[in-house]
T-cell receptor, first 109, second 114 residues
Framework: SQQGEEDPQALSIQEGENATMNCSYK?????LQWYRQNSGRGLVHLIL?????REKHSGRLRVTLDTSKKSSSLLITASRAADTASYFC?????????FGAGTRLTVKP | NAGVTQTPKFQVLKTGQSMTLQCAQD?????MYWYRQDPGMGLRLIYY???????DKGEVPNGYNVSRLNKREFSLRLESAAPSQTSVYFC?????????????FGPGTRLTVL
């Protein structure tokens, strides 16, 4: 079964707004990663947060991790139309990678 | 650097046929992975190879075999294709001097089994 579960399944916002996506998982992990996938393309790595970290930033991205709740969130600030894509969280347990079903983000210009 | 390359890009098979999907990376990475992605779903791990000479089953290994031919190449074989194996297959690699944790993905192979 899939380890990560993203919420919401779909999100539609206006350009300039912030987008928040959540990920829940079931077992202890080494790290959690977020990826973006544009339609019909491969996945692109966005950010990784280790199990002993609580928050990480990269440009307009902010990721949090709560290991007690087994959950993570991805915040994209000041969204752009180019951010329209599917976003996946992936848990890493000793090289065994498990992805969630993803959040489909649409940013309207 | 080409990164991760996959061949072929598209393939149509009949039920029962066999084929091998090829994957190569030129980043000197230690680990390589094969995933499948069905419509509207996330990726599911088929097999992975943590290092040259080792392979391990992932979440959905049934119906597939893999070979880690050398450090660069990791192939996925379907011995007797079934319609349930219609999917997009992605290869990925990771493990280098400055990008140990990041997975780099190939462009994918779209496989249809009739």
């Amino acid at each position: 079964s899939q380890q990560g579960e993203e919420d919401p399944q779909a999100l539609s916002i206006q350009e300039g707004e912030n987008a928040t996506m959540n990920c829940s998982y079931k077992t202890s992990i080494n790290n959690l990663q977020w990826y973006r996938q544009n339609s019909g393309r491969g996945l692109v790595h966005l950010i990784l947060i280790r199990s002993n970290e609580r928050e990480k930033h990269s440009g307009r991205l902010r990721v949090t991790l709560d290991t007690s709740k087994k959950s993570s969130s991805l915040l994209i600030t000041a969204s752009r139309a180019a951010d329209t894509a599917s976003y996946f969280c992936a848990t890493d347990v000793n090289n065994d990678m498990r992805f969630g079903a993803g959040t489909r983000l649409t940013v309207k210009p | 650097n080409a990164g991760v390359t996959q061949t072929p890009k598209f393939q149509v098979l009949k039920t029962g046929q066999s084929m091998t999907l090829q994957c190569a990376q030129d980043m000197n990475h230690n680990s390589m992975y094969w995933y499948r992605q069905d419509p509207g779903m996330g990726l599911r791990l088929i097999y992975y190879s943590a290092s040259e000479g080792t392979t391990d089953k992932g979440e959905v290994p049934n119906g597939y075999n893999v070979s880690r031919l050398n450090k660069r190449e990791f192939s996925l074989r379907l011995e007797s294709a079934a319609p349930s194996q219609t999917s997009v297959y992605f290869c990925a690699s990771r493990g280098g001097p400055r990008a140990w944790d990041t997975q780099y993905f190939g462009p994918g192979t779209r496989l249809t089994v009739l």
